[in-house]
């Protein structure tokens, strides 16, 4: 990632890729008590998408490249779903939200490859790896 940043490369921004999750938008109720709470825009080579919990938790879940080599808790062709909880891998990810966020990877499977998708900024999306020596493991929490 070096060699872009010397290249004067910066990553691409986007508009939020709802799409991908059609027909789920923000504030649909998901499994046992999650729900969405937010999708970013695509910005610093990722898109966030946020759940909520009834009970006031969240989680965030970093949409990210995976260039053939997925670091998330489960992946699609196009997409890495990163879950940011400050473990490092460490934590032992509650198996109700993995469910969940398995459910999800399911959505953006089924539509993934729609023609009407702006495929764009998820061309430009960075690895995880790439994006915490860009811009810092700290800052992407």
Known sequence: ???VQSAGVTPVS???????????GMGTPLKYGWYVSDL?????????????????????VHLCAHEGAP???THTRLVDFVLMDGGSGSFRTDEKLGRVILGLAERVRRNETRPDGDLWPLARMMTHDDRMETFGADSLV
């Open 1 to 3: 990632m070096q060699a």
């Open 14 to 24: 986007g508009p939020s890729p709802w799409w991908l999750f059609a027909p789920i």
């Open 40 to 60: 970013s825009r695509v910005e610093r080579g990722a898109a966030v998408l946020t759940l909520a919990h009834a009970s006031g938790k969240k989680a965030r």
């Open 71 to 73: 670091r998330g808790l």
